[in-house]
């Protein structure tokens, strides 16, 4: 979440002695505006300042020290919050900092000096392939949707995208006779993530059988993929839904979600052989540290790369 701050033109702060909750909105015009983020993106920094905000109640931020912003993330701590959400509040409290900095409200930021959890130390829950297929198989005829469920669940799992990336997936992005889609993922980063041929025949299916009729219930011809009863996008939240519900009915663990089949899509990938640069590529990761997680999570792989290479395994 690191960006590059510069000057330019851009909604200004209020003018105060003190930085208090009115600047909220002129930073996430800052992050949305100027440096281009995405919209889910923009919506995360202004949840995480919100809640640094209602930590800092009466404090100064001009005044903090390192060893108040560690209470920062003990408090965080006490939320009982993942380590993936802790980081990322860390992560907007450094861009937030640096935004006070560009304003002249900071001379330096205390917080670049704050510590996340290494993305290695976090193993992410995956499935195995024989639940992975279980899971698959569970949009039934008798659901409502059922193909357009089966899609969501194949995708999911055959590109390892995002829920806010499949939510957006365009018809036009779906190359079904080259067998590959482009999805768009963070900051509007394009790469393009190959399908194979279940995947493909989900889709077909589902465009042949269902879309068409969903589609016929709005004016114009909606271009996303997915379709919600209404014809319209498919909303992340709903797929969340969907995951759980299938998900339950599979008897996987209550606690996965779209995520778990992008964690488990790598974790398969690399069990199988894949080159960690390639599966960073399909992942759309930035730095493949954030991909060598996922070498972590199938001891197999490693042990089988030992015996290969090392000359006394």
């Avoid at 208090?20 to 930073?27: A, I, P």
């Avoid at 919600?228 to 663990?253: H, T, V």
């Avoid at 979600?257 to 992008?262: A, D, I, L, N, S």
């Avoid at 990938?269 to 080159?275: I, K, P, R, T, V």
Wanted: charged share 20%.
């Amino acid at each position: 979440m690191a960006l590059i701050p510069k000057k330019s033109l851009r909604p200004h702060p209020p003018s105060a002695g003190t930085v208090s909750t009115s600047y909220l909105e002129s930073f996430v015009a800052y992050v949305a505006g100027e440096c281009h983020l995405a919209e889910n993106s923009v919506a995360a920094y202004r949840r995480d300042t919100t809640r640094f905000f209602q930590w800092l109640q009466a404090r100064t931020v001009a005044a903090l020290t390192i060893r108040d912003l560690a209470d920062y993330v003990s408090w965080l701590h006490g939320l009982k919050l993942n380590p993936t959400s802790i980081a990322r509040h860390i992560a907007s409290l450094r861009v937030f900092f640096r935004y006070l900095q560009l304003e002249g409200l900071l001379v330096e930021s205390h917080a670049e000096l704050l510590g996340s959890q290494k993305l290695w130390e976090r193993v992410p829950k995956v499935l195995s392939p024989a639940q992975v297929n279980r899971l698959l198989d569970m949009p039934k005829p008798g659901d409502i949707y059922w193909r357009r469920d089966r899609v969501l669940l194949e995708l999911l799992y055959a590109t390892g995208c995002r829920a806010s990336e499949l939510s957006n997936l365009k018809l036009q992005d779906v190359h079904l006779n080259e067998g590959y889609c482009v999805c768009r993922g963070k900051g509007d980063k394009q790469r393009m993530v190959p399908l194979g041929a279940k995947a493909t025949a989900a889709v077909l299916t589902y465009i042949e059988h269902e879309r068409g009729s969903l589609a016929a219930l709005v004016s114009l011809p909606p271009q996303w993929v997915l379709l919600s009863y209404r014809g319209r996008r498919l909303r992340r939240e709903r797929i969340w839904e969907l995951m759980k519900r299938y998900a339950l009915r599979a008897g996987a663990p209550p606690e996965i979600g779209p995520h778990t089949m992008r964690h488990s899509f790598a974790t398969h990938m690399l069990a199988g052989g894949a080159d960690l640069r390639q599966v960073q590529e399909m992942l759309g990761h930035a730095s493949i540290a954030t991909t060598q997680i996922y070498t972590h999570v199938d001891p197999t792989r490693l042990k089988a790369v030992h015996r290969k290479f090392h000359p006394r395994a």
